[in-house]
């Protein structure tokens, strides 16, 4: 039995997570409002980013930065889409973070391709030190890249033999 279908499952809840919370936020908090949820701490945040992760190149005034925005989404979704089918009948750690990774990349681009930018709300801060606001898919996209990095780095390493 292939685990394929398990992948397709986590990746399409993440989108309907992700796009669900982002038309909630759209209907319920004007943009540029907060709600505060934990003060001094937590705030629900209507923004709308216009470039990469955590607001990264969202100042460039290129007229292909969407463009290639939603290239590189393609191009990661097409590297995860291809580990994952190689993967197929696996349900481990790492078809875990490839499908969460998947899900993400695939809420992100969703936006970029209908509106050219991307709905982010989560708002985490204390006093003046602020974290750019994110979203379901950019978490989405950290726990399945931080899942890949603790496969890579605190996997056990099967001994070497050394021949004498």
Not at 67 to 92: E, T
């Amino acid at each position: 039995m292939t685990m394929r279908k398990y992948h397709i499952i986590i990746a399409g809840l993440i989108v309907l997570c992700d796009r669900m919370t982002k038309w909630l936020v759209s209907q319920k908090i004007t943009l540029h409002d907060s709600v505060d949820v934990i003060p001094g701490v937590f705030r629900l945040t209507h923004v709308q980013n216009q470039g990469a992760a955590f607001g990264l190149f969202s100042d460039s005034t290129s007229e292909w930065k969407v463009a290639m925005l939603i290239m590189f989404s393609i191009a990661a979704l097409a590297v995860v889409s291809a580990l994952l089918w190689k993967n197929g009948n696996a349900m481990n750690a790492t078809a875990i973070a490839l499908s969460l990774v998947f899900g993400g990349a695939l809420g992100n681009l969703w936006d970029r391709v209908m509106s050219g930018r991307v709905i982010d709300f989560l708002d985490f801060y204390v006093g003046s030190h602020h974290w750019p606001a994110f979203n379901i898919a950019d978490s989405a996209i950290v726990v399945g890249a931080l899942l890949l990095l603790s496969e890579i780095f605190l996997a056990p390493q099967e001994e070497k033999v050394v021949s004498q």
